[in-house]
């Protein structure tokens, strides 16, 4: 017999928000990429680094389906910003 436990694990504190900056130039943006318009997604990439000088790392989803795996999201917590679901 297995028993199943209603309880969810328990969640890891939330993070406190940084400071936004002041411009793009120099910052560090995480680009979550939901690998479902992969197009859009290399544009808005492209654009954020030649017009606003930002320096841009491209995370991709395994799925964009899916959750985002817990690593994924730790890398995008250590950028200065990070765009994150974008909607088409």
Known sequence: M???SPVWPSAPPPRLPTRRPPRLEGARVALVDDNLDVPF????????HERAG????RLVK????????????????????AVVGVGL
């Open 2 to 4: 297995e028993f199943l």
């Open 41 to 48: 997604t290399t544009r808005l990439g492209t654009l954020l």
């Open 54 to 57: 930002a320096r841009v790392r």
């Open 62 to 81: 395994p799925s964009g389906t899916a959750p985002a795996p817990a690593e994924l999201i730790d890398a995008a917590a250590d950028a200065d910003l």
